[in-house]
């Protein structure tokens, strides 16, 4: 796991089943939305998710910055 990650979250775990559905299935249409944002991360010339996986980590992002 990134270590950005690790530091904001600390103890984490990976690979819990029905996560998803536990954190986010009362958010409707949720699937659908996460699929085309993660279509639009593979587009472009210089994509954030590429056959390498993800590119890069964005520097310096609060919270207020991205709840816009």
Request: proline share 1%; net charge negative; charged share 25%.
């Amino acid at each position: 796991m990134d270590k950005v990650l690790k530091s904001e979250f600390g103890l984490f775990y990976v690979g819990f089943c029905c996560l998803c559905e536990i954190y986010f299935g009362g958010v409707v249409g949720f699937e659908t939305v996460s699929e085309i944002v993660f279509k639009k991360c593979m587009e472009g010339n210089n994509p954030f998710f590429g056959s390498e996986g993800w590119s890069e980590w964005l520097v310096n992002v609060k919270e207020k910055d991205v709840l816009v």
